[in-house]
């Protein structure tokens, strides 16, 4: 039986972001998906160190994703927000005291 990767929160805030921004997000959800493929065959292949890169391929591309419609947001301060650290952050530059 296959192990079920837990979904990234990175994905609902992908989700979400792509209703609010559109196509650009949406390519970048689409890439982490394949890389998401890609280490599903890797685990049930038993390739561990492929599977470590192609992790770190899928959180690269959504933190890149984030920061490229955050720019005020530097990359290494989205990829250090733990789960649900983005909500109070991510908001549209109107709402921004």
Same mark, same amino acid.
């Given at each position: /039986?296959? #192990? ?9 805030? +992908? !989700? %979400?972001l792509?209703?609010?921004?559109? /196509?650009? %997000?949406? +390519? *970048?959800?689409? #890439? !982490?998906?394949?890389? $998401? @493929? ?6 049930a292949?038993? +390739?561990? =160190?492929?599977? $470590?890169?192609?992790? !770190?391929?899928?959180? =690269?591309? *959504?933190? !890149?994703?984030?920061?490229? +419609?955050?720019p005020?947001?530097?990359? *290494?301060? @989205? =990829?250090? /927000? ?8 991510? #908001? ?6």
């Open positions: /039986m296959a #192990k079920v990767i837990e979904p990234d929160i990175r994905y609902s805030i +992908l !989700a %979400v792509r209703d609010r921004h559109g /196509m650009d %997000v949406r +390519l *970048s959800e689409i #890439k !982490a998906r394949l890389i $998401e @493929i890609r280490l599903l065959v890797a685990e292949g038993g +390739l561990v =160190a492929e599977r $470590e890169e192609l992790n !770190a391929q899928r959180h =690269a591309v *959504s933190n !890149a994703a984030l920061h490229q +419609l955050y005020q947001i530097p990359v *290494s301060t @989205i =990829a250090n /927000m733990a789960d649900g650290g983005y909500s109070h952050i991510l #908001k549209p530059a109107a709402e921004v005291g």
